[in-house]
């Protein structure tokens, strides 16, 4: 099955080894592990659904026999009732089998849910900077469905068809031998039909289900508000009509095929039994006439036959079921198989509370390959795998001591990001080492340090300061949960932000973040810096805003991040002349080294690199200042 899996999936490392499948179905049923008991009951109430479709045909038999024919009117009524009885409990079987599955399906999606997203949680930054998030919830959502799906089916269908498939068959051998080796005979058009189609089909909806990720992800890549604004500013409408339209041809196109392919067994599904009807009374009624045959059995084979259908019909759906199943498994066992690039090591030490020492010491560091971080299925098209492999850091050391504020200065993409990434620990060095430690205690390497107690160590905000779609309150305490109303607003207040949210109609009720209230880019910042303050870290990594605040908001800014500093030790991307001039350390990052280091006033002095970055990025402050 390897084979047509493969085609068309060269991108896609899991389909295309077919080996694959058995380890999947080896974890399948580790998964489906804890779930036993149910599944057992499951299993127990099929057998006796299943044993159950052959004793009405046989009713019909002594119903006709010993009833009609023999002109016995109570036989027929009691034959009658007792028929009755049977659906009924066959109905009730039916309910109480789609409550097991469905809690054994349900159960399953649960677990590969709240797996995969603990996972995905787990992983280090590299992964998501590489990740397409809608392809990422795709698979979260849709494959996990569709896991859970072909896995419930393929425990009904095989289990219950298999058994009904035997119990009926050793019945219609049982009433005649010779009339249902005849009616077999029919059958293996079915078998061939069902492999041709579940071959093509499993290549297929593979590919439909590719096709459909890639329509989302041109919809979330476009729609959201900053795609939407490109679009917007470079007009790209009729390409991007025409790429969209593009795809939705190709997943059209799969669509119609699926069902062309689809409907050639639907076809061979209602031939066969006709045919198999017309034999048995065929060749039935020949031997009914001769004697050998009695009416009734004639017409309790009849029925089996039609009985026969239903499982036939499910055993050759199961074979697509079951590929489809592992296909989906697959996709979510990759996602689950990634490992995070950052882990915590076995035996990794807490940091002490009071860590305020940091240390780079000879420090290098390349960006991981794709093939390290993420999936490729996860990706689209290009990986820059050349640039990858340059080294970004080459050999960076510095110092800072308690309470001390470095800044990081330099041309864009010197590596400044890069260092504060090493320093909270989002990629681990590839050469040298980050250390941390207390002023009195010895200096620990970040790798050593259990991830929890690094994290409440260093405080880290970024850029974009980040909130969720949640409310002030909620963002904040996301920090510290244990926060009451007035440590937020003592940390908004210090942060220079209180004055804004009281003025706003919701207060700390109002919701922020992506479609939330707009804050400004100076707002959020400061926002950012309560939260900071909230978690109060004694180690903070600070990437300056570039954007340009008006001068009143950036005296705030100013104030909230003098208040945010005082007492910690601080790693700053500093792009304000303000900052610069009170950093006790300047380093001047260029093209990944540390090429001059000194306080501001030095490094003016000293005429190199920082001297001319004065002159273009920060003398134009001066004013402002
Ligand atoms: P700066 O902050 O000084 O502008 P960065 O640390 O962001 O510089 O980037 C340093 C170099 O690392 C740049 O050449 C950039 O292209 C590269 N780089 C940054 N992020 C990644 C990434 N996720 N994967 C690969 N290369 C990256």
Redesign the pocket.
Known sequence: MGGPLGRGYRTDRSAVDAKLSRRTVRRVVAFAAPHRPVIAGFLAVTVLDAAIVVVNPLLIRHLIDDGILRKDGSVVTWLAVVMVLVSLVDASFSIVLGWLSSRIGEGLIYDLRTRVFAHVQRMSL?FF?RTQTGALVSRLNNDVIGAQRAFTSVLSSVVSNSISLLVVGITMLALSWQVTLLCLVTFPILFLASRWVGARLAGLTREQMNGNADLGNVMTERFNVGGALLLKLFGRREEEDDLYDQKAAVVRDLGVRITVVSRVFYAAMVLVPSLATALVYGVGGHLAMSGALSVGTLLALATLLLRLLGPIQGLSNVRVDVMTALVSFDRVFEVLDLPSTVQEKPGAVALPADSTVVEFDDVRFR?PLADEVSLASLETVTR?ES??N?E?LRGVSFRAEPGQMVALV??????????T?LMARLYDATGGAVRVGAPDGELVDVREVTLQSLEDVVGYVTQDAHMFHDTIRANLRYARPSADDQDIWDALAAAQVADLVRGLPDGLDTVVGDRGYRLSGGERQRLAIARLLLKAPPVVVLDEATAHLDSESEHAVQRALDEALVGRTSLV?AHRLSTVRQADQILV?DA?RVVEHGTHAELLAAGGLYADLYRTQFAGDEAAV
């Open positions: 590299a900077t960006y820059r640039a990858d340059a970004v330099g041309p864009s993409g010197a590596g400044k990001t890069t260092i990434h991307i990052v990944g």
